[in-house]
């Protein structure tokens, strides 16, 4: 059963040949769908067995977020309040919600993180990765691990998430677990490993540690760097050839020189320089530069909840020197480069028809109207959601 979307005011491809612009904009277009899959982009007026009328409105690729922390219970608003009150941000809250999901059981994981992607996709997105990283011990991180498995081909292992009260003062021990019977127990679970590499997290050595021994055991590298200052980070992530390095809100002339140079992504999570009330990332100085980049929502419960990619989107061409089209480019095809995919982040003949239609006639609508629920109509994913969700 085939499905055109007609009168589309506004198509974004992000195919440079099919449309104007680096993000190949149509006008006045169609886009048929066999299945999920793209079938042909085209003029509007396109023949299908279904016909769903856009009203001109504007079609994008969904939404990409590359990196969340979904799995997760518990609640830490009390910190945002205090936060917000004046209380410095320091990642310490991550061990209080270790402890509530390490109390948690499996069915209340699961359920509430479900309920997490309904959200997601009904603001848009359509691809995201999740991370382990809030157990943080042997039987919580395989519990972690295999929800993330089961809810999105994108799972990461974070075991160096935070150093675990239990093992304070025995970081080097710790890591050693990490590389050592934890990855070997969820390894062929995840895609990728991740590490927070970080003054009150991990330092170079420790992370190196990880991500060489996530190599070694076939995962994709990924690093939380220069979030809380200035720090080893993005060298370390550029130096190990990780698709991305994660937060970059303090970024040194070096660390964009080394970026610019790589083929590692910068992924800004600016909904957490919001929370913990951080300078925002200098997005246009790295994009200048040459710094491949990607924007992510970083869902979790103490310093980003949301899902909201178009509060990202709002925010980077508010406070981060951003343009529209560099905005909308960072949480498609952007999130699609950091998660090492060439199929999602674009609507092109052959590819998956993941769609997200706003309720406006443009994409400029995201930043325009900041706030404004835009998202008409999600269409398909490839994460797993509990049913078919009710697009509107």
Excluded at 49 to 59: H, K, Q
Aim: hydrophobic share 40%.
């Amino acid at each position: 059963m085939t499905l055109v979307i007609d009168n589309i005011a506004e198509l974004v491809t992000n195919d440079p040949e099919l449309g104007d612009g680096p993000l190949g904009v149509m006008t006045d277009a169609s886009l048929v769908i066999d299945g999920d899959t793209v079938l042909a982009v085209g003029p509007s007026g396109a023949i299908a067995d279904e016909r769903l009328d856009a009203g001109g409105r504007c079609v994008l690729p969904g939404f990409v977020d590359s990196h969340t922390h979904m799995v997760f219970a518990g609640d830490r608003s009390e910190e945002f309040t205090r936060r917000m009150a004046g209380e410095p941000y320091d990642g310490g809250g991550i061990r209080v919600t270790t402890e509530a999901t390490r109390g948690a059981g499996r069915d209340a994981l699961w359920d509430s993180l479900q309920q997490r992607l309904i959200e997601a996709h009904r603001a848009g997105t359509t691809t995201v990765e999740v991370k382990t990283g809030y157990g943080l011990s042997m039987d919580s991180e395989i519990e972690l691990a295999s929800l993330a498995a089961e809810a999105t081909p994108e799972a990461t292992f974070l075991g160096a998430h935070l150093l675990p009260s239990e093992y304070e003062g025995r970081a080097d021990e710790y890591i050693d677990l990490v590389c050592g019977p934890m990855l070997d127990a969820v390894r062929d679970r995840v895609r990728w490993i991740d590490v927070f590499c970080e003054t009150g997290a991990f330092n170079t050595e420790q992370s190196r540690a990880v991500l060489e021994a996530g190599r070694a055991a076939g995962l994709g590298l990924r690093v939380h760097g220069n979030q809380l200052g200035h720090g080893p980070g993005v060298q370390l992530a550029v130096e190990m050839g990780c698709s991305s390095v994660d937060h970059c809100t303090y970024l040194s002339d070096d660390d964009i020189e080394a970026l610019a140079a790589s083929d590692t992504v910068a992924t800004f999570l600016p909904a957490t320089d919001f929370s913990t009330r951080q300078p925002y990332p200098d997005a246009r100085r790295a994009i200048d530069a040459g710094v491949k980049v990607a924007m992510a929502s970083n869902c979790n419960p103490g310093s980003s909840y949301t899902t909201s990619i178009s509060f990202c989107i709002a925010m980077a061409v508010r406070d981060m020197g951003m343009t529209i089209d560099e905005a909308v480019a960072a949480v498609t095809v952007g999130g699609a480069v950091a998660l090492g995919r060439t199929d999602v982040g674009r609507l092109t003949n052959g590819g998956p028809a993941h769609v997200t239609i706003l309720d406006a006639p443009s994409r400029h609508h995201l930043a325009y109207r900041p706030g404004v629920p835009l998202i008409w109509k999600t269409l398909g994913a490839d994460y797993r959601l509990p049913t078919a969700p009710d697009p509107n």
